[in-house]
């Protein structure tokens, strides 16, 4: 969750540059919608419920969830305006996340293809 709270510079900066950032949980909207009101984030955030999402992109942990669920793994993945992705880091597991900082260094970096 802190991470949630911690990509709000992230937003900020990709919404200076006419971007915008997009979260994706695996949850259900109802849990989604909770996460986002508790901790106030500022951006959308995708239900992807069925995965269709995570693999398109490749991101699914599986069975690291409750119950052996699949869920996302922790990625980050800037597109740029061609929908072309620009920068990735997908995590090699749970733990393995990038800090704000970061993400925002690298928005920030490709900010020229963003726009």
Not at 1 to 14: A, K, P, Q, T
Not at 45 to 58: E, M, N, P, R
Not at 98 to 115: I, T, W
Request: proline share 5%; glycine share 8%; aromatic share 4%.
């Amino acid at each position: 969750m802190s991470e949630l709270r911690g990509l709000g510079e992230v937003n900020d900066e990709l919404k200076r540059q006419g971007g915008r950032l997009l979260a994706i949980s695996t949850d259900p909207p109802v849990r989604t919608k909770k996460v986002v009101e508790k901790n106030r984030l500022e951006y959308p955030v995708l239900c992807d419920v069925d995965k269709t999402v995570i693999q398109a992109y490749g991101i699914v942990h599986e069975g690291a969830g409750p119950g052996g669920a699949d869920i996302a793994l922790p990625a980050n993945i800037l597109i740029d305006k061609n929908a072309e992705v620009v920068w990735t880091h997908i995590a090699s597991n749970i733990v393995d996340r990038l800090s704000p900082d970061e993400v925002l260094a690298q928005a920030k970096e490709f900010g020229s293809a963003l726009e």
